[in-house]
């Protein structure tokens, strides 16, 4: 099966400080990869669509500056928290899609960010 | 975009079958509709997906009425392992149109 993971599983940093979330699709090349945040005992709430090559689109209410997403390589996209602060602590969640026929996603384990 | 409607929560004995329902009223014609799965602190794991009528595979069954207005996610025999949120997403990735709703929450009892 497809299988997407995520680097760190968790991390802690001091406020101000820059953390990089890394998902990578294991199995797959992926064009497409979504980044998600959800705090506890909420849905997923989706920040931006990454797509290989070109430019992330963010959704309405995510400050691009500070959420800084590249993808890279086919297989690889990277979230980037700029100068973080505690609000910013979160689950953040990837997904890929497997092909841009079948509107799959499938899920990384999620990295979860601790800012003191 | 497709909003989707599901119970908050659910309970259920071991070994007996759950349905859950996900009313998606606005889904369009491109809408896939697909079934997640959550535990906490992981991300969520793929069931199922479908586009109309019914989908089986080895965990689940996905059940679709022909106006594609709602859909049923059918666990057989559930154990304790399956308590979970259950997420219906339905919309079109490619498009990036797609909503997540509120999810399910199953507690299987013993």
């Not at chain 2, 908050?8 to 079934?35: F, K, L, P, R």
């Not at chain 2, 997640?36 to 989908?55: D, W």
């Not at chain 2, 057989?76 to 979970?84: G, M």
């Amino acid at each position: 099966g497809a299988v997407v993971s995520q680097h760190p599983s968790w991390v802690i940093c001091k406020s101000g400080t820059s953390v990089k979330i890394e998902c990578r699709s294991l199995d797959f090349q992926a064009t497409t990869m979504f980044w998600y945040r959800q705090f506890p005992k909420q849905s997923l709430m989706l920040m931006a669509t990454s797509n290989e090559g070109s430019k992330a689109t963010y959704e309405q209410g995510v400050e691009k500056d500070k959420f800084l997403i590249n993808h890279a390589s086919l297989t690889l996209s990277t979230l980037t928290v700029t100068s973080a602060h505690p609000e910013d602590s979160s689950f953040y969640i990837c997904s890929a899609l497997t092909s841009p026929l079948t509107d799959t996603q499938y899920f990384g384990p999620g990295t979860r960010l601790t800012v003191l | 975009l497709a909003k989707t409607t599901q119970p908050i929560s659910m309970d259920s004995y071991e070994g007996q079958e759950v349905n859950i329902t996900c009313s998606h009223n606005n889904i369009a014609t491109n809408d896939y509709i697909t079934w997640y799965q959550q535990f906490p602190s992981q991300g969520p794991r793929f069931i199922i997906q479908g586009y109309k009528t019914k989908v089986t595979n080895e965990v689940a069954s996905l059940f679709i009425p022909a106006d594609r207005k709602s859909s049923t996610l059918s666990l057989p025999r559930v154990s304790l392992s399956d308590t979970a949120v259950y997420y219906c997403l339905v919309g079109a990735a490619t498009g990036n149109q797609f909503y997540f709703g509120t999810g399910t929450s199953l507690t299987v009892i013993p």
